[in-house]
């Protein structure tokens, strides 16, 4: 499974961005996506995620309210809007894919069997 994340940039805090994570496989609409980040300096850690069947969403405390996950409805993709971006939102995002149906532990890197390569998000204040 090839994982593509796009959607980085350069945005003023208060601003929006929306990350895509796109596969090939149509079989990716039933898989559990993941978002991580990870700052310079910093370990990677859990942003978001939506479950294998698309009826449960987890965000990690610092995003709840700003950030959402969805999966969209074709095009095997997976979304994550970000509004009022802060400075600490500056990281590179990756999403992650896990072929296990699990509605577990998906805040967990371990979970994930598969990675994108990761698109930068800049905040400036």
């Known amino acids: 499974v090839q994982l593509q994340a796009s959607g980085g940039g350069s945005v003023q805090a208060g601003g929006s961005l929306r990350l895509s994570c796109a596969a090939s496989?149509?079989?990716?609409?039933?898989?559990?996506v993941g978002w991580f980040r990870q700052a310079p300096g910093k370990e990677r850690e859990f942003v978001a995620a939506i479950n294998w069947s698309s009826d449960r969403t987890y965000y990690a405390d610092s995003v709840k309210g700003r950030f959402t996950v969805s999966r969209g409805n074709a095009k095997n993709t997976v979304y994550l809007q970000m509004s009022n971006l802060r400075p600490e939102d500056a990281a590179v995002y990756f999403c992650?894919?896990?072929?296990?149906?699990?509605?577990?532990?998906?805040?967990?890197?371990?979970?994930?069997?598969?990675w994108g390569q990761g698109t930068q998000v800049t905040v400036s204040s």
């Open positions: 992650a894919a896990d072929l296990h149906r699990q509605d577990f532990g998906l805040d967990s890197q371990r979970t994930y069997d598969f």
């Open positions: 496989e149509r079989a990716f609409n039933f898989f559990s």
